[in-house]
């Protein structure tokens, strides 16, 4: 697709020409793929500015019909960001000021382009902190974390994005500007479409504004750090430590090829015979922490069981979660190619589920690794094949399929933080009757009459 020469002169005049909308193919190519490893050029980039330019820049484009694709730092690993049917990319790189800090409030005003690392550097000085933590904090942005729903491992006790935003501000894909959502933590004034545009993958508007739910930062941490003979012992130990009163604030899990590349590349210091491990920690003050940690480690405990050890200072809990963090990049050490699905199931089925992977990577004779955040029941299920070999990428296809077989007939679904954009796109009717994706379907016409933003992800191309 070519854009109108008309539509190209009055978005040139808005944005700028060569400095806020950019069409040489070279500058196009850095925003034509995202960490999914799909490329799609556009046929030119937006950078705005304000939310005024946004909005004219969406009226203009749904007056031609040509795709518009909202785009944070291409950190997702769906394809939701890429821009398959050409049109316009909108990068909200520039959009980057944080608003207002209402420590009273306990609340923040963001644009959608502030790194999530930036906005808790902020907090920070308030004794303030939001949520949502994904291992792409650093580099991801508000509003990419708020379009796919995205957690992290502290969702087990604080929640996702999607439980700690209050107001939203965005343009759907009429050009209209529409504000969702209060700056109060209760509200119960119609519709709650600030949580509805939450995960949706800049398929029904465009957020230009935020108003986040901020949490006061807990005056402690400990870590545990439990290692068992086997990944079935692991997952049997995180149904019994979420049965228990005591949430933690953080529980993760690593099966064995995990805990080796934590040790090795990620230079954790962990034993060499390790069969799963589960990281668990817990926040609070001085008077409550011990307890809660106690409660922690009691629930740890059972059949399995090598060795528990409380992280014995700040330093060994950083360099323990860092390994963590270090893992989805280092896997590439292990096959050049790797699909990563973080499917979710209800946590007292996690045991079958590790159980069920570990079988298909025996069926499919690939290498299957599990990591995550156990406590809300959603690993990361990575399959590990060579692309050059046509024979492994058939069977790691074929794997991904059965995967989300698995998770379905456990009562899970998908996708836990990462969304559905085009990976996952396809298997949308396993997981969701037709009734309700008819639903979905007229919801998004609704917000996007012309079917302009971001078109082809996250519904499937034909229901059942």
């Known amino acids: 697709m070519s854009l109108p020469a008309d539509l190209h002169r009055e978005l040139a005049h808005l944005l700028g020409d060569g400095n806020g909308w950019l069409t040489d193919p070279g500058e196009r190519l850095a925003y034509a793929y995202d960490n999914s490893r799909r490329e799609s050029l556009p046929d030119a980039v937006a950078l705005p500015v304000t939310r005024e330019q946004v909005q004219a820049l969406v009226r203009a484009c749904f007056a031609h019909r040509i795709p518009v694709t909202g785009r944070g730092r291409g950190t997702n690993t769906t394809g939701a960001s890429v821009p398959v049917h050409g049109g316009v990319v909108v990068s909200f790189e520039r959009m980057n000021r944080i608003l207002d800090i209402r420590p009273g409030d306990r609340c923040a005003v963001v644009e959608p382009g502030v790194l999530n690392g930036e906005l808790q550097s902020a907090l920070q000085a308030h004794g303030l902190f939001w949520p949502p933590d994904p291992t792409s904090a650093a580099f991801s942005t508000v509003g990419g974390n708020l379009a796919c729903n995205a957690g992290g491992p502290r969702a087990v006790k604080y929640g996702a994005s999607r439980d700690n935003v209050l107001a939203l501000t965005a343009i759907t894909g009429a050009g209209e500007l529409i504000h ?23 398929t029904l508007a465009l957020i230009v504004e935020a108003t986040l739910k901020l949490t006061p930062l807990p005056s402690r941490r400990r870590a545990v750090r439990a290692l068992y003979r086997d990944v079935a012992s692991a997952a049997q130990a995180v149904a019994r430590l979420m049965a228990q009163p005591v949430t933690p604030s953080m529980l993760e899990f690593m099966d064995g090829d995990c805990v080796r590349l934590a040790r090795d590349v990620g230079g954790a210091d962990l034993p060499p015979d390790a069969g799963a491990l589960l990281m668990i920690e817990a926040d609070g003050d001085e008077e409550t922490l011990p307890h809660a940690v106690e409660a922690l480690m009691r629930a740890a405990g059972g059949d399995g069981l090598v060795s528990l050890d409380d992280a014995a200072d700040d330093v060994s809990r950083e360099r323990l979660w860092s390994a963590r963090k270090a893992l989805s990049p280092a896997l590439r050490t292990l096959a050049p190619g790797k699909i990563n699905e973080d499917v979710v199931v209800p946590v007292s089925r996690i045991p079958q589920l590790v159980d069920g992977v570990r079988s298909l990577a025996d069926e499919f004779a690939l290498a299957i690794v599990s990591f995550g955040h156990a406590g809300n029941g959603n690993l990361h299920v990575n399959i590990l094949y060579d692309p050059a070999d046509p024979a492994q990428g058939e069977r790691a296809q074929a794997a991904l399929a059965r995967v989300f077989a698995l998770t379905l007939a456990l009562g899970g679904t998908l996708s836990g933080e990462h969304g559905i954009g085009l990976a996952k796109r396809d298997f949308m009717p396993q997981a969701i009757g037709p009734a309700t994706l008819s639903l979905m379907r007229q919801v998004k016409a609704v917000f996007d009459p012309a079917g302009i933003l971001n078109p082809g992800k996250l519904l499937p191309r034909d229901d059942p």
């Open 180 to 202: 969702c959502g209060t700056a109060t933590t209760k509200g119960s004034t119609g519709y709650d479409l600030q949580r509805l545009l939450v995960g949706s993958e800049g």
